[in-house]
């Protein structure tokens, strides 16, 4: 290797100031260092250990809370019960079923990550064991009323790709198409944007993005319907 040393300064560059050149000669000299770049290579193999470290506490904490939600929610995902919800759907304290919906998809995406990271089958289980008790033999979805075309309905399209592609039962391929054919007809704006929901006509909602583009995308990728990305982008 060559020392630094062997190097030699760099002469004063009447186009640059003082400090400019000192700046190039000791980032010369550091590089050519051997002490200098051996102690570089410990702080980087410092720094990528924490990373790990970081790492692995945040899937430790992702399967304790996934050990939590799998303990309270054993034979369906109910969400909370907030009295807004009870006041809008009309019901008494304590008497909101569980129902299809982007709550679901959200939880059960997070147990395909941590299924995909830990390679525990217990996630993927879960999650075939939730997503079932509303998907009958024929592939009907129960609660799930289309024609209230509730873009709140399409995320958990995304777990029912993910089973038909792991257990290849024909019921979460038609339960898929479903909501596929609900995104066909869902109302759109004059911008060509989704309504969020039937009962707010014309509005388009943020989060509307979430709802259907990734199943959107993830459908169209599955069934080799390329031309819809020039909807989906």
Request: aromatic share 12%; net charge positive.
């Amino acid at each position: 290797g060559v020392g630094h040393g062997n190097l030699k300064r760099q002469p004063p560059n009447p186009l640059k100031g003082e400090k400019e050149t000192q700046y190039e000669n000791y980032f010369s000299t550091f590089l050519y260092d051997k002490n200098k770049v051996s102690k570089m290579k410990r702080i980087l193999a410092l720094l990528l250990l924490l990373v790990a470290f970081n790492a692995n506490a945040q899937i430790e904490y992702a399967k304790q809370m996934a050990a939590t939600i799998m303990n309270q929610c054993k034979d369906s995902m109910v969400v909370k019960k907030y009295a807004s919800h009870l006041e809008q759907d009309k019901l008494p304290e304590g008497n909101r079923p569980a129902n299809w919906n982007y709550e679901i998809g959200v939880v059960l995406i997070g147990f395909e990550r941590l299924w995909k990271m830990t390679s525990d089958q217990t996630y993927i289980d879960y999650t075939k064991h939730i997503v079932d008790h509303f998907i009958t033999d024929d592939g009907k979805i129960r609660t799930y009323v289309m024609d209230e075309y509730n873009s709140d309905n399409i995320p958990p399209g995304r777990q029912l790709l993910r089973l038909h592609e792991l257990y290849k039962e024909e019921k979460y391929k038609i339960a898929a198409k479903t909501l596929r054919d609900q995104i066909s007809i869902q109302p759109r704006n004059k911008a060509g944007g989704f309504w969020h929901k039937l009962k707010y006509p014309s509005q388009m909602w943020l989060d509307g993005l979430y709802m259907i583009e990734p199943f959107y995308a993830e459908y169209s990728v599955v069934n080799k319907q390329s031309q819809d990305f020039n909807d989906i982008i």
